[in-house]
């Protein structure tokens, strides 16, 4: 379907089906204790981040983005509750622009391992992680072993498969025209669409600007050991062809990738 068809029809996203029903923060806990009696026992603990997305993006876009993955993902997963998103992660790479605040890899650990331990106290029986940010994916790599000790016997699965990702979400913004290097590893089209369709008062359309652009497959090098030195104002893509209407479909394309490595898992 073409973006002026999306337009035309265009009035506001699509909530997932029962929010409330399957999200922790709006849960009473006798409602939570009628649902892990029926079966729903999986808990999915989403990471989000507090750091810096260029001049037109806020420092809690990560955590936005990872906020509504996990309520999709438990929309679609009748066995699944959403617990709110970890709002800090480890942002060393962007701790050269004012703002940013950031985790160390121990203090990330342990974070996780106190919430993972408690919802094994509760009765859940395996946990979802996945991380909005990718700079937590290295971090959670150390101290996998840790984590999985810390909830055992719950199951603990975190998602890995990122090389996967990142095709299939930059072919989500291939489909609509924008290249690559366009939809961005940080801050570019791809991000900025899902928070004007998520949070559109929150995107400073005035301030939207190319960042770093250049063909690359070392992200590693482009954002360590400081973004800034490669892309002076934040961003990894260009976020000019963004639009609010892609933001419920890209979420979706992210949730699919999910969702296949979560049964695959079980």
Request: net charge negative; hydrophobic share 40%.
């Amino acid at each position: 379907m073409s973006d002026q068809r999306w337009r035309a029809g265009y009035k506001a996203l699509p909530r997932a089906s029962n929010p409330a029903e399957r999200r922790l923060e709006r849960l009473t806990w006798p409602e939570l204790e009628r649902l892990l009696a029926s079966g729903v026992r999986t808990a999915v603990l989403p990471l989000g981040a507090f750091e810096q997305h260029g001049p037109h993006l806020p420092f809690a876009t990560d955590t936005w983005i990872a906020d509504a993955l996990a309520e999709r993902f438990c929309a679609r997963v009748e066995e699944a509750i959403a617990c709110p998103a970890v709002p800090f992660g480890c942002s060393t790479e962007h701790m050269a622009f004012p703002g940013t605040l950031s985790l160390s890899t121990a203090t990330l650990s342990a974070v996780l391992s106190d919430l993972l331990a408690s919802c094994g106290r509760h009765g859940f029986e395996r946990v979802f992680l996945f991380s909005a940010h990718g700079g937590n994916h290295g971090p959670l790599a150390e101290c996998m072993d840790a984590l999985r000790a810390a909830c055992a016997p719950m199951k603990l699965i975190v998602f890995t498969e990122n090389a996967r990702l990142t095709r299939v979400l930059l072919g989500a913004s291939k489909a609509h025209g924008v290249e690559r290097e366009c939809s961005g590893a940080h801050a570019g089209e791809f991000e900025t669409s899902i928070i004007r369709g998520l949070r559109p008062d929150a995107v400073r359309l005035d301030r939207l600007e190319p960042g770093f652009v250049e063909p690359t497959e070392r992200f590693s090098k482009l954002f360590y050991p400081s973004l800034r030195e490669n892309a002076p104002n934040g961003t990894v893509g260009d976020p000019r062809p963004s639009e609010p209407e892609r933001a419920e479909r890209y979420l979706e394309a992210w949730v699919d990738v999910l969702i296949d490595a979560y049964r695959a898992a079980i």
